[in-house]
């Protein structure tokens, strides 16, 4: 399916300016199910109600509300927070380039790619191609849905990725939570943790190995449902091992992974042959589709995700 604009901005560095197009990059796949009557089969609807009230509310009659004690609020009118949104632009305004090293994964909020618009080509390729020699990501603020962004501009796969990005007091401090510093390691244990790492460790990221088996397995039911025919329950997966002694969990691993080799992980086994092709079986056609049939994204206005 051919990728569709959402939106279109102007990245703005010095006195440059190139106009850009914004697309999804990625999207969930998973499985989503309607709640039904289990009497009739009938969907259900949702309705607001009023505790205090006990009675219906309709969507005209609600007002949005901050809670700033416990069970108290203050309200707040559509136009108030109208008034209080950024300006709208489409100017996404470069603040500075740092290495992409310093930036840690975990402000990454949502990915897009970018695409030159109509007479940006030029510029557009300059920028990819000056940040990718550069070694340099850029930092800038962009106003979404009357709400200022933080964003970060890559060039990857020859062209620029966007991605939005949480603020810092948006990200919870790991400091707050217990690392397990007072732990002991044994003498030995280093050595064998690190030569399990060794044995485990790939030529790179191969993201296509890698499939979400439960939905498979979803869609397969699905469509023996659809099609009437009965459907078996699914054996329970094997229980793994409890090995108390970390010592011993080690060398059973490196035991495990000698005997196997390195079939068993790259699927060439006899059984790691079949368990990837069992990954890689496309789920039936009818429920596939309607898997993979995702809701048309909205065209936003100038400026919006």
């Given at each position: 399916?051919?990728?569709?604009?959402?939106?279109?901005?102007?990245?703005?560095?010095?006195?440059?300016?190139?106009?850009?197009?914004?697309?999804?990059?990625?999207?969930?796949?998973?499985?989503?199910?309607?709640?039904?009557?289990?009497?009739?089969?009938?969907?259900?609807?949702?309705?607001?109600?009023?505790?205090?009230?006990?009675?219906?509310?309709?969507?005209?009659?609600?007002?949005?509300?901050?809670?700033?004690?416990?069970?108290q609020y203050v309200q707040?009118?559509?136009?108030?927070?109208?008034?209080?949104?950024?300006?709208?632009?489409?100017?996404?305004?470069?603040?500075?380039?740092?290495?992409?090293?310093?930036?840690?994964?975990?402000?990454?909020?949502?990915?897009?790619?970018?695409?030159?618009?109509?007479?940006?080509?030029?510029?557009?390729?300059?920028?990819?191609?000056?940040?990718?020699?550069?070694?340099?990501?850029?930092?800038?603020?962009?106003?979404?849905?009357?709400?200022?962004?933080?964003?970060?501009?890559?060039a990857a796969q020859e062209g620029l990725m966007l991605h939005t990005m949480y603020f810092a007091d948006e990200v919870r401090d790991f400091g707050e939570v217990d690392k397990g510093k007072d732990a002991k390691i044994k003498p030995g244990e280093l050595e064998l943790a690190q030569r399990l790492v060794a044995e485990l460790t790939g030529e790179g990221f191969r993201p296509e190995r890698y499939t979400d088996e439960y939905r498979g397995r979803v869609l397969m039911v699905v469509e023996s449902k659809v099609e009437g025919r009965e459907v078996t329950t699914m054996a329970p997966q094997a229980q793994r091992t409890q090995v108390i002694d970390l010592m011993d969990a080690l060398k059973q691993s490196l035991g495990k992974r000698g005997s196997n080799g390195r079939a068993s992980a790259d699927g060439n086994g006899a059984n790691g042959g079949a368990k990837v092709a069992a990954l890689e079986k496309k789920p039936p056609a009818r429920a596939r589709q309607k898997a993979d049939a995702a809701p048309r994204e909205k065209k936003v206005q100038a400026g919006k995700r």
């Open positions: 399916m051919p990728l569709h604009s959402i939106g279109s901005g102007t990245i703005s560095f010095g006195l440059v300016s190139i106009p850009v197009r914004m697309y999804t990059a990625a999207s969930s796949a998973g499985v989503s199910f309607n709640q039904l009557h289990q009497k009739c089969g009938g969907r259900i609807k949702q309705q607001q109600i009023c505790p205090a009230c006990n009675e219906v509310v309709e969507r005209s009659a609600l007002v949005k509300g901050y809670e700033f004690a416990k069970d707040f009118t559509d136009d108030e927070l109208k008034g209080l949104e950024g300006e709208a632009s489409r100017s996404i305004d470069i603040a500075e380039f740092v290495p992409l090293a310093e930036v840690d994964p975990i402000y990454f909020e949502k990915t897009y790619y970018l695409g030159p618009d109509k007479g940006g080509d030029k510029a557009y390729r300059l920028l990819a191609d000056a940040m990718h020699q550069a070694g340099r990501v850029a930092l800038a603020k962009y106003v979404m849905r009357g709400k200022e962004s933080l964003v970060l501009i890559r």
